[in-house]
């Protein structure tokens, strides 16, 4: 391997590992840049392309391979998996794998930002709408070697556009954290809030005895939401509406899933009689499912 200690890409601080086993082991104990890896024969390079530990170093750091006349299909099949670069040998010399190195590493950074960007829901914190289904295709796949009950709650929260419309936008934001922070403490570890829009949340029940559980979940949340949120020193309320959808009765695909239960929720007559949406958007009069006199 070239010495890359005075190349102008540099400085690089190296571990070096003599066998793919040590270098998953160097992987799993603590995080690093970048994996270069130095290929003897090119037969070997098949070899590296189905390492079992491949697909978890790609998606940390970037992943830079040096081999003998590498094959183009392999190079591509290799692309494919997420390595940002395979190298002939005769090539690489320490100008050109400082370079790699360095470039390598600063897309992965771009790409990890990204990556972020797509799987958060900046505003909350929470899982976006494209990672809650990515998560829930995961764990339906479990479901079907392993089956059991699940359950997909939707939140439709009303009182956000109002509260925007009164005390801006970022009013509007500081409400959709205090939900989110609100539906968190109300749940287990193993359950998952997401942000699927702005004035709706999904909450994944991964596990559960049994299917009225869910409806106990849907009704505690729905109640949770009644309490006021301070926000801008004042006390903000508003109004939820819930659907529910349930593995496997209502289907085994997370699209058709998530589909159901944002029907529900936005067809269902939202609970909260003293929110905004009661009162503003929808004006004064009651929902058809209040009973008694007028809050506040």
Request: charged residues 20%; neutral net charge; aromatic residues 4%.
């Amino acid at each position: 391997m070239p010495q890359l200690s005075n190349t102008p890409y540099g400085p690089f601080l190296l571990h070096a590992c003599p066998s793919l086993a040590q270098a998953a082991q160097g992987l799993g104990e603590q995080p690093h840049d970048a994996l270069l890896v130095q290929l003897e024969q090119t037969t070997t390079l098949q070899a590296f392309a189905d390492w079992q530990a491949l697909s978890h170093a790609v998606l940390d750091c970037a992943v830079i391979v040096v081999a003998p006349d590498p094959a183009p299909t392999l190079s591509c099949k290799l692309v494919r998996q997420g390595v940002q670069e395979v190298l002939p040998a005769g090539c690489a010399d320490a100008h050109m794998l400082g370079r790699v190195l360095r470039l390598g590493v600063e897309r992965k950074r771009i790409e990890m930002l990204a990556r972020k960007a797509y799987a958060i829901d900046l505003s909350t914190g929470l899982p976006s709408h494209a990672q809650l289904l990515e998560h829930m295709s995961h764990l339906l796949a479990l479901r079907e070697r392993e089956p059991a009950p699940m359950a997909l709650l939707v939140l439709r929260i009303e009182g956000l556009s109002t509260l925007e419309s009164a005390l801006g936008a970022e009013a509007a934001n500081v409400l959709r954290r205090k939900v989110a922070v609100r539906l968190r403490s109300g749940l287990r570890a193993s359950d998952v809030v997401a942000s699927i829009g702005a004035d709706s949340f999904a909450v994944l029940l991964a596990w559960i005895d049994a299917p009225t559980d869910a409806v106990g979940v849907s009704a505690k949340l729905a109640q949770s939401m009644r309490q006021p949120f301070n926000v801008a020193g004042r006390d903000q309320v508003v109004a939820v509406s819930v659907g529910l959808s349930q593995y496997p009765e209502h289907g085994k695909v997370a699209d058709e899933l998530l589909r159901r239960a944002i029907g529900q929720a936005s067809s269902a007559v939202a609970l909260g009689r003293a929110g905004y949406a009661n009162r503003v958007e929808r004006g004064a009069s009651a929902a058809a499912n209040d009973e008694g006199p007028a809050e506040g």
